[in-house]
């Protein structure tokens, strides 16, 4: 089944929503927790270890009841349909979209061209397993005989923000082997990762769905050239595995065929970590982990495919940013972790949703009138409090932000996690209630300065708050809620990608740059420097004095 087709703003429900949000453009959220006392209660999901909050947005029962009708009107289940059960949604590439099949049940069928591909899946993963147990072991070992101590991730976007964002997320739950990523082409950093590295006890993973791009094959050779020089060629086959679909690249660059870890056309680079492409986040955390993470994103797969859209998490989270996008004409979403395990989040995130969903042409080929796509960043907090805050509590900007929580914590100091906790609960409460002009007058009264004074300051200490906030707390951070939370991300993306009506799953965007960086290294090797601008000329003399 192809996706359904439609533009979102020709729905009876988006022309209600346009109406309605004449009417409640300006209301304040504090005012609809005092007219609603249940709405606290009517605006969360509970969902296995998952609390999530909605009720601090700028939505009503009738915003909400709309937003569910929009998803309808766009024929959203139909598409979940599609995108579960192998069919070519992503159809400017002629491919299905399963990283949802990389985290089913053995038992699964999944069909792609009429074959089930659960069965590869799953040797992959048992291929993953044994490699993982030698290398953790310290079975399996280096030229020298020496178990491995170290794991070099080589891989860019896709192949290199999921693994390493994991990696991070799941610090806790690591074993002994220090790992590394090397992903810019920018030699330094490549060199600043050699630094640290015994040829010996280093295993390096290269990762690359096409094996064809420019900063990943650069740094897997300086790294074999470097290892070279330790080691002699038949000592690659120890220290060097693959990652990729292009098993004839990996082997005329040197790597043996049982050194390659499969993966398929039907995963996205920025939905691949599921897939061998998590082999580093494994010898990380270990099989078992990696598994459980796999677990926890099956999940809420399961969650969001069956679960009625009203208490469908990624479902409502993205109508809720629809709502802000589409009619409030917010431009970004902040994504704010409370956790300083999760401090690669946002960045991981900005690959999945801006290269999914940054598309501006529908799926009928024409120009879209309307907003697609958000701008996402972050920072973890409390850090970001100490940064950007201001900017989210006084600045002219509406922006909206999902506040991520974890009622636990891993190392246990109570006081610690009570002070976070407290700044996590705090901030989206000052941000929905703010603080009026009479708070701050009797504030400053209680303070030893003149009645000017107090006129002088007072307008640039009111906050207005209405500042929309979802909270999504979670009981613990585990590999299982780790994968429950990118899980939900994933298929957020997708549902704007349907009520947006684009193809979520291509990123011609990334390929005009990818062409002219050659062009213009050729023109920097070859000395030549013709048909370009006057700026990009002028930008070329000036390298090239350096070289
Ligand atoms: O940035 C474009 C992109 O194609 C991403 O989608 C992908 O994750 C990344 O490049 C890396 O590609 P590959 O895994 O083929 O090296």
């Known amino acids: 089944m192809a996706l359904p087709s439609i533009n979102p703003t020709t729905t009876k429900a988006w022309k209600a929503l346009q109406n309605h949000f004449d009417d409640v453009k300006q209301v304040n959220i504090k005012e609809l927790f005092s007219s609603d ?30 937003l569910l009708e929009l998803a309808d009107q766009v024929k959203l289940k139909e598409a979940i349909t599609a995108y579960y059960s192998g069919d070519i949604i992503n159809k400017t590439e002629n491919r299905a979209v399963l990283h949802t099949a990389l985290r089913g049940k053995e038992s699964d069928v999944v069909l792609v061209d009429e074959k089930n591909v659960m069965p590869e899946i799953f040797a992959v993963k048992a291929k993953m397993k044994d490699f993982t147990n030698e290398v953790v072991s310290g079975n399996k070992k280096g030229y020298t005989n020496k178990p491995f101590t170290d794991v070099v991730n080589i891989g860019i976007g896709g192949s290199d923000l999921g693994p390493a964002m994991v990696v991070e997320s799941l610090q806790f739950y690591k074993n002994h082997l220090t790992t590394h990523f090397v992903s810019n082409v920018d030699g330094d950093h490549v060199n600043e990762v050699i630094k640290k590295l015994n040829p010996e006890t280093t295993l390096f993973v290269i990762v690359s769905k096409t094996f064809t791009t420019q900063e990943t094959l650069s740094n897997a050779n300086t790294l074999r050239e470097w290892f070279l020089k330790h080691g002699k060629q038949e000592d690659i086959a120890k220290h060097f595995v693959a990652v990729s679909t292009n098993t004839e690249k990996v082997k005329a660059f040197g790597i043996e065929e049982a050194n390659i870890f499969p993966m398929w056309n039907w995963v996205g680079g920025r939905f691949s970590l599921w897939s061998a492409v998590g082999l580093t986040v494994s010898l990380a955390v270990g099989f078992e982990n990696f598994n459980k993470l796999l677990k926890g994103a099956n999940e809420m797969d399961i969650h969001f495919k069956t679960e009625e859209f009203e208490n469908n998490i990624p479902v409502v989270l993205a109508l809720i940013s629809v709502w802000y996008n589409n009619f409030f004409g917010a431009e970004s979403e902040a994504v704010i972790a409370y956790s300083q395990y999760l401090n690669q989040f946002a960045t991981y995130l900005q690959q999945g949703i801006m290269e999914s969903n940054g598309k501006s042409i529908d799926r009928n080929g024409n120009r879209v009138n309307y907003e697609t796509g958000t701008l996402i960043w972050g920072e973890p907090g409390t850090n970001s409090q100490h940064a950007f805050f201001q900017l989210i509590h006084q600045g002219t900007k509406l922006i909206p932000a999902d506040f991520i929580g974890f009622a636990e914590s891993l190392h246990g100091n109570k006081d610690h996690q009570d002070k976070l906790i407290s700044n996590y609960i705090a901030q989206t409460e000052a941000l929905l209630n703010g603080k009026t002009e009479a708070q701050v007058l009797e504030e400053l009264k209680g303070q030893k300065i003149s009645d000017q004074e107090i006129k002088d300051l007072l307008p640039f200490k009111v906050f207005e708050g209405n500042k929309p906030t979802n909270s999504i707390f979670i009981e ?42 050659s062009t213009i290294l050729e023109d920097i090797k070859f000395n030549t420097s013709e048909n370009h601008d006057a700026s990009t000329l002028n930008l070329l003399e000036y390298f090239k004095k350096f070289r």
Request: no cysteine; aromatic share 16%; glycine share 6%.
């Open 476 to 517: 613990k951070l585990t590999p299982e809620s780790l994968g429950k939370l990118i899980a939900m991300y994933e298929h957020k993306i997708f549902v704007q990608g349907i009520i947006w009506n684009i193809y979520s799953y291509d990123q011609f965007g990334v390929e005009l740059g990818k062409q002219l960086a």
């Open 37 to 66: 006392k249940q709405r606290a209660d009517n605006f969360k999901i509970d969902w296995e270890d998952f609390y999530v909050d909605f009720s601090k947005n700028r939505i009503t029962k009738e915003t909400f009841k709309l």
